[in-house]
């Protein structure tokens, strides 16, 4: 558990939040949930854990984090003391921890306010309590409903393959408005095929980032420095992180449903691209040229296997991909990082991981933009 004293000694929450009721008990995994002004759908989100098998449920701990900014709108703070009120009440069949980070002295301070933030809290909170350094994380969302066998399935998953962090296959549940069930379908078309078509293209980072499907022991989350406390985006360079340290994989089977609900909190994300859609965007526009993971496909085949050729080679090889793609890799530092990947690289195994913690998913990202015509 040394990876684990010390991540909490250094980086770990400071603050004045707390897990209320905790139980002394030590759990083998814990369910991270942020809610924000969640008292419609919070509720659900529990009963939907609730129906998970029994014996997993027992060495399960939940974390509710109700949060909002000290600043945050009064309806906002009425609307989370209710939610308070109402998952204080019920018995569940697991432990719950609900974490008071929206009342008077305990509001999240309004530089750091938002679901980053909340994410960490509960993260790090959760820590203490676990078995192991292989314990796992859970992150999922307060509009978000978990599949009976979402516990089960991902730990089996976990302790049959050689992994420490995943994503787990997702369908956003369905609206009674056929306009919003058009739209969502759309959305999540575009983030499952533009991550099938990166990971075609041999990325590591081939995978749906999203807050609501991640999972992780906690030592990979204490070894890459916890949760960003990011008001958005926190997702994608968490996972970003993870793919770094340990890789991450997709589990499969659809085991998660999060709200397809039209909601701007940021300026990401599912709720953000609905509400854009009910106001005529086109999300066609968002997809990246099947051109653009041609190149990329060919750049990662000559980049991450080139261990021991000289850049002035490879810049020349590029130059026949496309006109700019060397250009494009000058703006991204290659003329100053290839010597140093290269030497620092003991094995070509070595230099391939190297390479992808260079060129990680933002970068990938600004490629597919660059080279989509």
């Keep these: 558990m040394n990876t684990i004293q010390s991540y909490l000694k250094k ?17 083998d995994r814990a369910v991270i949930i942020p809610a924000y002004s969640e008292s419609e759908y919070l509720p659900k989100t529990l009963a939907s854990l609730n129906e998970n098998n029994p014996s997993f449920l027992k060495d399960t701990l939940i974390v509710v984090v109700i949060n909002n900014a000290e ?11 209710h939610c308070f009120e109402l998952v204080s009440s019920p018995k569940y069949r697991f432990s719950l921890g609900i974490v008071d980070a929206f009342s008077n002295g305990l509001a999240l301070p309004p530089k750091y306010a938002g679901v980053g933030l909340a994410r960490k809290i509960g993260m790090d909170l959760a820590l203490p309590h676990l078995t192991s350094p292989q314990s796992l994380i859970f992150c999922t969302d307060a509009d978000t409903q978990v599949s009976p066998d979402y516990l089960s399935k991902v730990t089996q998953y976990f302790e049959s ?26 959305y999540e078309n575009f983030l499952k095929t533009t991550a099938e078509k990166m990971q075609d293209a041999g990325s590591p980072y081939g995978y749906v980032a999203m807050g609501s499907t991640m999972v992780c022991t906690a030592e990979a989350y204490c070894a890459v420095g916890g949760m960003p406390r990011k008001t958005a985006t926190e997702d994608f360079y968490f996972l970003q992180e993870l793919t770094k340290y340990c890789g991450v994989h997709t589990i499969p089977e659809v085991l998660v449903y999060p709200s397809p609900r039209p909601i701007s909190r940021v300026y990401l994300g599912t709720g953000y691209r609905m509400e854009q859609m009910q106001k005529g965007f086109d999300i066609t526009i968002l997809y990246y040229s099947d051109e653009a993971f041609g190149y990329l496909s060919k750049w990662l085949k000559i980049g991450s296997h080139a261990f021991e050729i000289h850049l002035h080679d490879i810049l020349k090889k590029l130059t026949d991909i496309h006109p700019h793609l060397v250009e494009f890799l000058q703006l991204e530092g290659i003329e100053h990082i290839w010597s140093k990947i290269q030497n620092n690289a003991p094995s070509k195994s070595h230099f391939t991981e190297q390479f992808h913690r260079w060129f990680d998913g933002l970068k990938t990202i600004r490629f597919l933009k660059r080279f989509t015509s």
């Excluded at 980086?11 to 759990?27: D, L, Y």
């Excluded at 050689?162 to 759309?186: G, M, P, R, Y």
């Design 11 to 27: 980086r770990g929450i400071s603050g004045p939040w707390k897990i209320a009721s905790e139980s002394n008990q030590k759990f």
């Design 71 to 81: 600043n945050s709108p009064e309806y906002i703070l009425k609307n989370n003391q």
């Design 161 to 186: 393959h050689d992994t420490s962090a995943a994503v787990i296959s997702f369908e956003h549940l369905q609206s009674k408005d056929s306009t919003i069930n058009d739209a969502i379908e759309k």
